[in-house]
């Protein structure tokens, strides 16, 4: 019998990067197939190729037994090919149905018929467990939202080979749980499933076989029930990865960021934060653990700026910044790790050291008077790119063409390199892989200890629990309690707490 899909020596050339050399991938039919490697080894792109967004160098294909050129996305859908992209590809001013049917040609002689494509939509979300209104609006949708409705937007076209490009980087716990539940539901429905993901834990769940990419090469093929995640990391890194965060106790300073009785709005007007107060102080790290969605976008917004604050106040460095400019608020030396790198964190058509300077340009060292120094600014990115291993040729490569991971290294860099008072970190080891989350925690630490308050918006409770020095868990908009992260740190209490459950008396 031959193989479902056989990649056979597929290379692409970029210029200056050699992204896939002759990599061989071979996928059964009916399986969960997980593609792991480190942030640029060539996952991304390999999956490009398959879906026709980009043509191989060289190298063949071969699906359900013939030789294929795929020349178009719509040459892949029309082979039962369809993928959900590491960023998502939604066009958020339309709805749910909309989105699903945009570019679709309708069927003969009838118009485009929303009402009968809604149906098949709320069909498909029953039939798979996912919840979905498809007359909302694609910027009012979740992540975890809007992930589904991209499985969806493939199952409606007909994929029955699915690829996830790191799917659940953004999910929660509960939807990574969901997924799962899909992908399993999928595969025993005869589709097929090419999964990439960072965590070895989802990875040792639901995958058949691992195949890993180093550096642009296959370098092996296993089958996941004679392996470990050990094992996998070692393939992927080429070295042991400690993934226990060593820290001294936290000395805990002046207060730096004080909010009190605050409120705001979120996207569809209602309230997002409910008289919510709290404390950062300096040389300590305060985690805001919860389920995403309870109010934590508007909570960083609130603080940086980007959303209005009907009531309440938002102190920093002592100074009262409630409703500030960004700009303001940044002149506090507030440094900030958006969730949406593409929205908040990086001009995707500037090159990386422009994007390096985009919050420093107008300060010396970066610019003397009106003038911008190339020198300093171009050596100051090197050693950026050095320091946190973006994987680039150069720094004049545009944000664009960098892997997702990488993307996320060069707002890390930008930032972290500020010497803030106040970092905000949200979600900030986002789609790296194990050894450069090591690095980026290490530097977290650092600042830590250098003695700038920190505030870690997390929704794994494995880094919540490594990083910070006390966790105050969000819920519907308000602090169902803070804990000091000790060796008495109650884990069942917290997760109470964030299904709001239990509040702890304060
Ligand atoms: N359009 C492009 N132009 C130039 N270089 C590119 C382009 N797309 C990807 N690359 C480069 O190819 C290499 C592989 O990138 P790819 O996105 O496939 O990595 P990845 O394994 O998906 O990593 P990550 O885990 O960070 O998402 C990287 O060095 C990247 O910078
Ligand atoms: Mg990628």
Known sequence: MSVFLQMQDITKQFPGVLANDK????????????????????????????Y????????????????????SPKAAIDLGIGMVHQH???????????????????????????????????DLGKKYNMDIDPWAKVW???????????????????????????????????????LINIMRQLTSEGHTVIFISHKLNEVMAVSQRVTVLRMGKSVATVNTKDTNKEELARLMVGRDVFLRMDKKPCNPKEIVLKMEGVECLNNKGLKALKNLSLEVKAGEVLAIAGVDGNGQSELVEAITGLRQVTDGQV????????NKTPREILEEKVAHIPEDRHKRGLVMNMSIKENMMLMNYYKEPFSKGITLDWNYI??????????????????????????GGNQQKVILGREIDREPNLLIAMHPTRGLDIGAMEYVHRRIIDER?????????????????SLSDRIAVLYEGEIMGVV?????????????MMAGSKRLAS
């Open 23 to 50: 990599v061989n991938f071979e996928v059964e039919k009916g399986e969960v197939h997980a593609l792991l490697g480190e942030n640029g080894a060539g996952k991304s792109t390999l999956m490009n190729i398959l």
């Open 52 to 71: 026709g967004l980009y043509q191989p160098t060289s190298g063949s294909i071969f699906y359900k037994g013939q030789k294929v050129e795929i020349t």
């Open 88 to 122: 998502f590809m939604l066009i958020p001013a339309l709805s749910v149905v909309e989105n699903v049917i945009l570019g679709m040609k309708p069927e003969r002689g009838s118009v485009l018929d929303l009402e009968s494509a809604a149906k098949k939509i709320v």
């Open 140 to 178: 009012q949708l979740s992540v975890g939202q809007q992930q589904r409705l991209e499985i969806i937007k493939a199952l409606y076209r007909g994929a029955d080979l699915l690829i996830l490009d790191e799917p659940t980087a953004v999910l929660t716990p509960q939807e990574v749980e969901e």
């Open 315 to 322: 102190v920093i460095n002592g100074k009262d910044m409630t």
């Open 378 to 403: 171009e050596t100051h990115s090197e050693e950026l790119v050095e320091q946190f291993n973006v994987k680039t040729p150069n720094i004049e490569v545009k944000a664009k063409n960098l892997s």
């Open 449 to 465: 200890d250098r003695g700038a308050a920190v505030l870690l918006v997390s929704t794994e409770l494995d880094e919540v629990l």
């Open 484 to 496: 000091e992260n000790d060796d008495k740190v109650n884990i069942e209490e917290l997760g109470l």
